[in-house]
């Protein structure tokens, strides 16, 4: 067994999935295109991990996505050993890497690459003007590649519906669901307060300036945990909302559990925030569109409203203390996510792809 992933660099959603797959196979090299030991907090340290060329340019979290237009040829420098079976972990590249004659390659995915297929467009408004042809030029280069790279893919694990029908659309390649590890462990219910709650990169396609409209008209605090390049503009349009960085596990835990509620304006492939606050025992007020359909019971543990739709949110925020809400349903809700259900639904594909992929042959 080998396993990769794209860049672990941080410790976010994508990241925990594939500590869980490392944790799952804990002999298997581990290949990705960067490593930063300091930014996984040593989550994967004592294993043996291959990294790109690139990894001599001492790229970080902050700066990573400049080297974009380089990873497919990165990826392709992975030098993989002999092995049965390669599990990738990819939302972007990781899936792209060759796998050794005769290895079966089978990849989680957590959303096809966005840039390239469903968000070109805001990658072009996010650059500067005069760079917007080029960037044209090669994100259809990308969509090649990564349409190329899809085709050498034995068998896709997709970790929502939503991810299924985007592999489906782009890829032409069918996926078993199988919903990503949340280490519901690490939370537990609390005594509420009156703010909401974000977790989230601060970027564009995350949508915040919902959640912070929405709060703003409702006239209720909110705070944010995360960081990223749209920081500055957002808080400085929002000076009354309380911008936090981003926050150590325990600390995470403790602004969950002390949440009024959390929003989660953006449509998410899966959503894990809006599982660890189910897990701390709070609500969640979550756009009605990709993962929230499948993790959120409207009604029960939290509201769904429309996105993009700050006066829905709005009403949301206005209903959300009015819900007959159980802590306990909610937490007992956020179970059907646990690390270990995943890995045992994990390692059952597997074996099965391996079955099947032996019966052929």
Known sequence: MTVAHDYLLVMRGAERTFAAIAELYPKAPIFTLLYDERGTGGRFAGRSITTSPLQRLRVGQASFRRLLVLYPWAVGRLELPASDVVLSSSSAFAHGVRAPQGAIHICYCHAPFRYAWYEEARALAEAPAP????????????RKWDLAASGRVDSYVANSQLTRERIKRYYGRDATIIHPPVETHRFAPGTP???????SEIVRHKRLHVALEAARRARVPI???????????????????????RAGDEDLAELYASARALIMPSM?????TAVEAQAAGRPVIAAGAGGALETVIDGQTGLLAELDDVDSFVRAIERIDQLDFDPAKAVENAERFSVETFRRRLSEEVDRVRRAQSSRS
């Open 193 to 199: 307060g009156d703010s909401l709650l974000v977790v």
């Open 268 to 272: 998410e492939e899966f959503g894990i």
């Open 223 to 245: 705070r944010v945990v995360g960081s990223g390049p749209d920081h500055a503009a957002l808080s400085s349009a929002y000076p009354e909302a309380e911008f936090l960085g």
């Open 131 to 142: 760079l917007r042809p080029l960037l044209r030029v090669q994100l259809a280069r990308m």
